[in-house]
């Protein structure tokens, strides 16, 4: 694949469901990142793979949240009893280098709506 | 931690001029990575311009340059030669020099520009 992807593209889910958001990076990339943006804010880091695990999840902002990279190439997003504050746009970014000058490279986002 | 500020929320330019967008920044590193980020509707996060702090010499990118201010802390961008596809949100952002666990991107509020035809 030529860029990040994220699936689905949109989820509309009930308060209290659980939801998966999907991120494939760019081939080869083993840094990859997970933000959240909320209506008109910049987007806001919430956890850090390099390879399978998770080198910060700082970001997370509660227990609800976890990410996990099996594989160290795809990456899934787990929200569990979601709730109305968790709808937003969920951005994936991958990353070639661990070093200093690695560019970070976006998905298009999923878009999270809990009603 | 370092806090990234844009105060402007909004701004238009007409088509063909030239417009600067602002970012302010905070941090106690003396290196550090800049960034400029573009998000049109589509909300592909799109990378304009990057500027490394030990670097003197402003970034260029074809029509977009950046006014990089270290004591200021001041990062601002300009689009010359303003056209209807620049129209979007922009984002200004902040890297630590670190790798691995630091190399989080911290954003700013971000700008809407529009451009008139």
């Known amino acids: 694949g030529a860029g990040v992807s994220q699936t689905p593209s949109n989820k509309v889910t009930e308060k209290g469901k659980y939801v998966e958001l999907r991120c494939d990076p760019i081939s080869g990339h083993t840094a990859l990142y997970w933000y959240r943006q909320s209506l008109g804010q910049g987007p806001e880091f919430l956890i850090y793979?390099?390879?399978?695990?998770?080198?910060?999840d700082s970001g997370l902002p509660n227990d609800r949240f976890f990410a996990v990279r099996p594989e160290g190439s795809v990456s899934t997003l787990k929200i569990q009893r979601t709730e109305r504050g968790d709808s937003a746009v969920y951005l994936c970014?991958?990353?070639?280098?661990?070093?200093?000058?690695?560019?970070?490279?976006f998905g298009p986002g999923t878009r999270l709506l809990v009603l | 931690a370092q806090t990234v500020t844009q105060s402007q929320p909004e701004m238009s330019v007409q088509e063909a001029e030239t417009v600067t967008l602002s970012c302010t920044y905070d941090?106690?590193?003396?290196?550090?990575?800049l960034f400029w980020y573009k998000q049109p509707p589509s909300r592909q996060m799109i990378l304009v311009i990057r500027?490394?702090?030990?670097?003197?010499q402003n970034a260029t990118e074809n029509r977009f340059s950046v006014n990089f201010q270290k004591a200021a802390k001041s990062f601002s961008l300009k689009i010359s030669d303003s056209q209807l596809g620049d129209a979007a949100m922009y984002f200004c952002a902040y890297r630590s020099p670190f790798g691995g666990a630091n190399s989080k991107l911290t954003f700013g509020k971000g700008i809407t520009l529009s451009v008139r035809p």
């Open positions: 500027q490394e702090a030990y670097k003197q």
């Open positions: 793979f390099q390879g399978t695990g998770a080198a910060d």
């Open positions: 941090t106690s590193e003396s290196d550090y990575y």
């Open positions: 970014a991958s990353s070639l280098d661990i070093g200093t000058s690695g560019t970070q490279y």
